[in-house]
């Protein structure tokens, strides 16, 4: 994995590093969808993750040492602010957005999330080498993400203990592709507490679950870091299962077979079976032009950073053909 510490970026360069923070922002903010999705499709995933691994004893040590300089460029300051900066202002301006819109409008808006995964998945298995290995591993990876995916949401107490090891589960799957963090806490019955304790700014309800992802991402990171650096073809095959895994729960179109009373007393789905759309139906075209233009938008900005999308090769090319 490179030098991320010493690496150096133009304006520009940064501005995408923004872009990406707030797509990976928005994406952890939908129960389903993980930013650890939009960091892999974006290109910045293992920088990610090298730069969270570099938050260390040394550093620790440059630190308390009051050697600020030194510190920060240890653990690539820049990427961290401009990353984070554009993820903690996608999550404050864009969570009242997006709980309103789960809310009233669900269906087109699952669907626009459903056609990013999938050019997502598109853009990334073209940079695999296939071997008969690699498809076994990505049958685990997608089993295991198909399994965690339809599991029945809990109704859990939101104490400090519960929420601290709630946030360090979820942050585990924030930085896995196609595992959502926010559906970890959906599944563990903190979602409603904690998007509520952002929309409020309640630093004090917070805390504990940010106390438990800090540990969490600590941890997962380094993990993640020697996978990658030893096993990466296997690794990038099991994170891509992960996000075919997923698409059973951002596929639009729902049936809810059982509700459940939360704490507040809403009425809220329990068990939902995935059903096809009313394909004369409004909200069924509306909903796959939504997904057609994340499918396209994707593979644009996987083709501009790589210059070899699948998908725009062969429709460069055909459209080279008719001409």
Known sequence: M????????????YGYLVFTGAAMGAADVVPGVSGGTMAFIL???????????????KFLRLLFAFRIREALEHVNWKFIIALGGGLGGAVLSLARILSWLLEHHPVPLY??????????????????????????????????AYVIVGRVPMDMPNDPLTLFLSGSVAICAMILPGISGSFILLILGQYEFVINAVKEL??????????????????????????????????VTLLIGFMLGS????????????????????????????????FGSGVFWTSLGLC??????????????????????????NKANRE
């Open 43 to 57: 290109g910045v995933y293992e920088e990610l993750i090298h730069t969270i691994k570099s938050v260390n004893a």
């Open 2 to 13: 490179e030098n991320v510490e010493k690496k150096t970026r133009t304006p520009g360069e």
């Open 111 to 144: 669907a626009f999330f459903f056609g990013l995964v999938s050019a997502s998945i598109v853009a990334v298995s073209a940079h695999v080498h296939w071997k008969p290995s690699m498809a076994a591993t990505l049958v685990v990876g997608t089993l295991v």
């Open 202 to 235: 309640d630093v004090i309800a917070l805390a504990p679950a940010v106390a438990g992802m800090v540990l969490g991402i600590m941890v997962f990171a380094r993990i993640l870091s020697w996978l990658l650096k030893h096993y990466h073809q296997v690794t």
């Open 292 to 317: 057609v233009f994340g499918f396209i938008l994707i593979s644009a900005l996987d083709h501009m950073k790589s210059k070899a999308n699948p998908f725009v090769r062969v429709w460069a090319g």
């Open 247 to 278: 698409l059973r729960r951002i596929w639009p179109f729902k049936e809810v077979q059982e509700w459940m009373e939360n704490r507040h007393g809403d009425l809220v789905p329990m068990v939902e079976h995935n059903v096809l759309p009313d």
